[in-house]
């Protein structure tokens, strides 16, 4: 919590000045009480749960006091807020692991799916773009409320060779910074960091680990700066699984020499292994977090999740009326218990 007038919060020396007063007007009420008859000596001979009740005004007054002082110094707290003007950034990964059948029928079908669910249950909110990487990354579609043509768009994705998982947080970063001016483009200087996350975010979908381009321990960086929260899904087995290509998943350019090196041994099975500790720590640097997903349903319940996490950021908010509402409440309610104990019987 901040203060806009934190100078107000100097008031608070008030209520030591309140206990003085009081405690002075008790002790002349003692002095008194022994000049009087009987009748005060049976007063002060009361039970002490009497007594402790009556000291409940007193302490509701001093507290109304301080709320009221807290109040006039303008407090600003950070609350969640939803937004449904949030830029959700979808990157799929379409490396030529993403055939692989430990998903079935594949990992790239089960994927296109699952995103198309995801981007039909944001019709209507926020706006959402597709990023796809291999050894490099591209925008696909940049962010719109076109559900259609994002939906489309899936039916089109051919698996190429390499993960290039950095370069497609810095392209996603840069399709944001296209509709979002809070948010500055890759390469330009994202100011002074503020408190809170911008209104935007990236999910990064792949099964398997940075093999050329940027490192993603630079791209979450870059994204922490500009308050973009990366939110990676690990998706697939570890386990070795045949790989079998759609013919419109697949069209063998560049395929040629890689069978059997790096990706896939010469039985056409995919012995990769997903970096998970690398995509942790990018949820980590970013204020995102990590899911696992090792099949279509886990997938899907993953990103089903996710709108709730990134569509509420945190803003600003100015708290001083419901701090002056407290204050006046516990004073007048002190004011009340005040006058009924005290009234005539």
């Given amino acids: 919590m901040t203060f806009s007038w934190p100078w107000a919060l100097l008031a608070i020396l008030v209520i030591p000045l309140i206990f003085a007063i009081r405690w002075w007007a008790l002790r002349r009420r003692r002095r008194a009480a022994v000049r ?7 007063r002060t001979a009361l039970p002490g749960r009497t007594r402790w009740i009556r000291k409940i005004p007193p302490a509701l007054f ?55 669910e995801f981007i039909e249950s944001q019709r209507g909110g926020p706006r959402v773009g597709l990023v796809t990487f291999a050894g490099s990354a591209g925008l696909l579609v940049p962010p719109t409320d076109d559900t259609e043509s994002l939906v489309a768009a899936l039916d089109d994705l051919n698996v190429g060779r390499g993960t290039a998982i950095g370069q497609a947080v810095l392209t996603s970063i840069d399709a944001i910074a296209e509709v979002d001016p809070s948010v500055a483009p890759t390469g330009a200087n994202p100011g002074n960091p503020r408190e809170g996350y911008a209104g935007a975010a990236i999910v990064v979908l792949t099964d398997g680990a940075n093999t050329q381009g940027v490192d993603p321990r630079v791209a ?25 290509c759609e013919n419109s998943q697949f069209d063998g350019r560049g395929f040629g020499s890689w ?10 099975r995919n012995v990769r292994r997903l970096d998970e500790p690398a995509l942790k720590r990018m949820a980590e640097t970013t204020g995102g977090t990590y899911h696992r997903a090792e099949n279509a349903a886990e997938l899907q319940d993953a990103l089903g999740t996710l709108p709730g996490t990134f569509t509420v950021i945190r803003e600003r908010v100015d708290t001083a009326a419901w701090f002056a509402a ?6 007048a309610a002190a004011l009340s218990l005040s006058l009924w104990w005290n009234r005539p019987r």
């Fill in 36 to 42: 009087v008859t009987s009748i005060a000596l049976v």
């Fill in 259 to 268: 069978y059997g090196r790096g990706g896939f041994d010469m039985g056409g």
């Fill in 62 to 116: 001093v507290a109304g006091l301080a709320l009221l002082t807290v109040g006039a110094a303008r407090p600003q707290a950070s609350v969640p807020v939803p937004r449904t003007s949030a830029t959700i950034l979808l990157a799929l990964d379409i490396s030529g692991s993403m055939c692989s059948t430990d998903v079935d029928p594949n990992r790239l079908t089960a994927a296109k799916k699952a995103a198309a």
């Fill in 326 to 331: 407290g204050g006046a409440v516990l004073i």
């Fill in 220 to 244: 979450s960086r870059e994204a922490a700066l500009r308050r973009v929260r990366v939110f990676p899904i690990g998706f697939g087995t570890t386990e070795p699984v045949p790989m079998v």
